[in-house]
């Protein structure tokens, strides 16, 4: 009888050991932030110790700092976010799996080639899996996810399975009622390209011109008179392009 | 009696000081406990677009106590939100680059446009939609993104 406590005691520490809860920890809080104790929210605090599977909020402008586990996994939760920690922690292997329901959050996975890493984020439209990085990642109900690279790379999959490899400047978006996400490109594109306007005007000038007409979009050289005469001409523009930057 | 009033002054103040941290940290738990149940709403009100902007934005709320902005009172707080309204309010407050049409015309389609162009909006819907407690919430997270740039 002796005997098979000792090895209950024994299996039951073994398996502990092999896929034991991480010690996620509040290392910054700034304004109101919040967690879920039972069916009430209580104050965040620093160094606080939270069990797995806590949830967070954060109120406007706040935001809170949470170590994720022994490897200096971190997460900052911007204002008006809530979202849901799962962290498990081997000597070999770490698994952190966040639920993100609303709002931003930047995510610091610092790269550690002797322990096998998995940090996924998930939105209800996507989910994003990184490796030795930091990035941005945004949800909201209208907006979908967004995900930047700010270091390494990150790779993001919708829920119909396409993925994206994605570093650099590059962002991940997916709306919810989209099968496909945007362009990774597409913010790159829309910085990148501009419109060019005859007489020194910008976009909006001519915008408004258009409406109210040409008496209320002086241009610098003070030419306005021209401007609806020659609206159609061609111009000589010069450009300059450096790819990749 | 001089003394008597002096000490229960005293005992009033250290009663303060002692229910200051409890008073600060029900206040705190409040506006998470109100974020959440905002969070769950099917259509938010005018009043809750309000609270959450100036929530959001503090420092346009003391601007406004001497000063109260037109669009604050145009409609009562129990009203459905819609997109229009907030957009005015979060257009005129911010003073968004493409709000030059709002400000001249006051219509808040223009409103809209100005927000979906700061990437605020969605472009898919229009400024007479009624919006739901996620939605607002996350109208405010990019417009608050969008006031300082990251």
């Known amino acids: 009888m002796k ?27 700034e304004g109101t932030a919040a967690y879920r104790d039972g069916n009430k929210w209580s104050p965040l605090k620093e160094k606080m110790k939270l069990p797995e599977g806590v949830k967070i909020s954060t109120g406007a402008n706040s935001y809170a700092i949470v170590s994720l586990n022994s490897l200096n ?19 070999n292997k770490t698994n952190t799996h966040i639920g993100l329901k609303r709002g931003q959050i930047t995510a610091n996975v610092p790269k550690n080639e002797s322990v096998k890493t998995i940090f996924k984020v998930s939105t209800p439209v996507a989910t994003s899996s990184v490796r030795g990085t930091e990035e941005r990642i945004t949800y909201g109900e209208k907006t979908g996810m967004i995900v930047e690279v700010l270091r390494g790379s990150i790779e993001a999959t919708n829920r119909f399975g396409r993925s994206n490899v994605i570093s650099g400047k590059q962002k991940f978006m997916q709306i919810s009622n989209s099968a496909n996400s945007r362009n990774i490109l597409s913010t790159v594109r829309s910085i990148s390209i501009v419109s060019v306007n005859g007489h020194g005007l910008t976009s909006e000038e001519t915008a408004t011109s258009q409406y109210s007409g040409g008496d209320q979009t002086g241009s610098p050289d003070g030419d306005t008179g021209a401007f609806f005469n020659n609206i159609q001409r061609n111009s000589t523009v010069s450009v300059n392009i450096v790819w990749p930057w | 009696m001089v003394n008597g ?29 109100w974020l959440s149940q905002l969070d769950s709403k099917a259509i938010a009100t005018f009043g809750d677009g309000k609270k959450l902007f100036y929530m959001t934005f503090p420092e346009f709320s003391e601007k406004h106590k001497a000063s109260p902005m037109d669009e604050l009172n145009k409609y009562s707080d129990n009203s459905p939100l819609t997109r229009g309204m907030i957009a005015a309010i979060i257009a005129r407050e911010l003073n968004l680059k493409g709000s030059l049409f709002y400000m001249l ?10 927000c979906i162009a700061e990437g605020i909006m969605s472009a898919n819907s229009s400024e007479n939609d009624l919006i739901s407690g996620p939605e607002l919430l996350d109208i405010m997270i990019q417009a608050k993104i969008a006031k300082e740039g990251n």
């Open chain 2, 105 to 114: 015309t006051g219509l808040e389609r223009y409103a809209c446009r100005a």
């Open chain 1, 73 to 91: 996994h971190t997460v900052k939760i911007e204002p008006l976010s809530m979202l849901q920690i799962y962290s498990q922690e081997t000597t």
């Open chain 1, 3 to 29: 005997h098979f406590f000792v090895v209950i005691f024994l299996s039951g520490s073994l398996l502990c050991a092999s896929n034991s809860f991480a010690e996620i920890v509040v290392t910054k809080v």
């Open chain 2, 5 to 33: 009033g002096y000490m229960f002054k005293k005992i009033i103040f250290a009663m303060f000081l002692l229910l200051m941290p409890a008073i600060i940290f029900s206040q705190e738990i409040n506006q998470i406990e």
